[in-house]
Each structure stands twice: as structure tokens, then as C-alpha cells.
């Protein structure tokens, strides 16, 4: 009986560090495929900028031209980065 008790301790604790062990494979997997997606937003977000600032009918003036290319700007260094980090 004591043998079985044990037993039993034994294979528990091995089914809660297998499930934990593929919680952590799951999260990581997660954590690399948001880390792609974010810098692909930044980039998008880059992109985006850029072409209101160069396109005549979304930046009817010099100003908004100014602001959107510095949005460009700041997403361009903010994909660099995560692309960079990551």
C-alpha cells in the first residue's frame, strides 16, 4: 500500500511538470509569434505615415505633412528597434 501511495505521489507530480513544462512551450511559442506581429505593426504603422505624408489629398498642408512624416519617423525607429531586440 505504501509502494502504490507512492507511486501515485510520483506519477502526479510528473503529470503537473509535464502540463506545466508545455504551458511554458505554449507561452513561448505565443511570445515569439507576438514579437513578429509587432514589429510588423510598427512597420504597417511606418508605412502608413509615409504615405500620408507624400499623398496630396491626406496632407493638405505643410504642417500636416511635417507631422506625418515625423510619425513615420518615430514608427519607422520603433520597428527598427523591435526588429533589433527581438
Not at 7 to 18: E, F, G, S, Y
Request: charged content about 20%; glycine content about 2%.
Amino acid at each position: 500500500s505504501g509502494f502504490s501511495y507512492n507511486l501515485i505521489v510520483v506519477r502526479l507530480h510528473w503529470l503537473r511538470a509535464k502540463a506545466m513544462r508545455d504551458r511554458w512551450q505554449e507561452e513561448l511559442t505565443l511570445v515569439m509569434h507576438e514579437m513578429t506581429w509587432t514589429s510588423a505593426y510598427f512597420a504597417h504603422q511606418s508605412h502608413e505615415w509615409d504615405s500620408r505624408a507624400w499623398d496630396p489629398s491626406q496632407s493638405p498642408s505643410s504642417g500636416h505633412k511635417c507631422f506625418s512624416m515625423r510619425q513615420a519617423k518615430m514608427w519607422k525607429m520603433f520597428a527598427t528597434t523591435a526588429i533589433n531586440e527581438f
